[in-house]
Nanobody, 122 residues
């Protein structure tokens, strides 16, 4: 079974931190860029961050730059999103994604996780 499974979401107060994890399994993930999108109620799904297969290139949405850090461990096929200085506007369902043979994620990743809820209280 090919799957991406997110974990680490939850409820935090503004200014707090969370670390999301995405475990990829079920196939060979070599040469896949991976990353995160999010969708808030009533909003379109938006790009958050991505990381190249090698880990050498990272990309962030302007709204999270300087607060979020993406990383990956290819030995464990796991991608992480460290989220610091969280704001209420970060509240959303966060989705892990993977895309073959690209340096960064586009709007059409080949694989998606089920999502994990992040709620930031005021």
């Amino acid at each position: 079974q090919v799957q991406l499974v997110e974990s680490g979401g939850g409820l935090v107060q503004a200014g707090g931190s969370l670390r999301l994890s995405c475990a990829a399994s079920g196939r060979t993930w070599s040469n896949y860029a991976m990353g995160w999108f999010r969708q808030a109620p009533g909003k379109e799904r938006e790009f958050v961050a991505s990381i190249s297969w090698s880990g050498g290139s990272t990309y962030y949405a302007d709204s999270v730059k300087g607060r979020f850090t993406i990383s990956r461990d290819n030995g464990e096929n796991t991608v992480y999103l460290q989220m610091n200085s969280l704001k209420p506007e970060d509240t959303a369902v966060y989705y892990c994604a993977a895309q073959f043979r690209v340096e960064r994620l586009t709007h059409r990743p080949g694989y998606w996780g089920q999502g994990t809820q992040v709620t930031v209280s005021s």
